[in-house]
């Protein structure tokens, strides 16, 4: 017998319970019944899922200069709840998030250079979920006062210090706290070289 006889034989012997169109609708429900509950996900979780992966945070200024200030800004956190921050400069602390879902705080910044992180991290449930990470770099000013750039700290400095007094220019702000001011002018003094 030639195999294609024994084909024909075993299709005459094979008597199908469904027709072709009842066995389309029955594998198609069968693959909605799998599929279905592989993809839905409830709209608390999806929820979840957007606050999560929309967290995020910064640093000003940038880069932070040894001895100054720093502020860090947040967004896309849970609304309402505290912000658990582990760092490795300053140890852990809480931060209030708003109803906004926004956070913010300022620091003064390590005396000397540094590699800051911040860790910020939410409750969800009973467990602690890491929600947003921030790495900086805290630089020396190489002269602290020289605005212009020239190497000399000199009366070229003190004018364009003086022609931003009261803004937030981050290049006359010597000390980083968002304003030049007087803090600014006596890092200037301090560092005067003629």
Do not use: H
């Not at 469904?18 to 608390?44: D, K, Q």
């Not at 880069?63 to 967004?75: D, L, N, Q, R």
């Amino acid at each position: 017998m030639r195999a294609a006889d024994l084909l024909r034989q075993y299709r005459k012997s094979l008597n199908p319970p469904y027709t072709s169109n009842e066995l389309v609708i029955l594998l198609s429900l069968l693959f909605l019944l799998l599929v279905i509950p592989l993809t839905t996900i409830s709209s608390r979780q999806a929820r979840q899922l957007s606050i999560q992966a929309a967290a995020t945070m910064s640093v000003t200024p940038n880069p932070v200069i040894a001895g100054g200030e720093f502020t860090i800004t947040g967004s896309g956190f849970n609304p309402d709840q505290w912000g658990y921050f582990s760092t490795s400069c300053y140890g852990s602390f809480n931060v209030a998030v708003d109803s906004a879902g926004d956070l913010s705080f300022t620091r003064p910044a390590p005396i000397g250079p540094a590699t800051c992180t911040f860790d910020v991290y939410q409750t969800e449930g009973k467990k602690q979920v890491l929600k947003a990470t921030l790495t900086f770099e805290v630089v020396e000013m190489e002269k602290p006062g020289d605005i212009n750039g020239d190497g000399v700290v000199n009366i070229f400095d003190a004018s364009i210090l003086a022609s931003r007094w009261g803004t937030a220019d981050p290049d006359a702000d010597l000390n980083g706290n968002g304003v030049v001011d007087i803090f600014d002018a006596s890092i200037l003094a301090l560092n005067w070289e003629g």
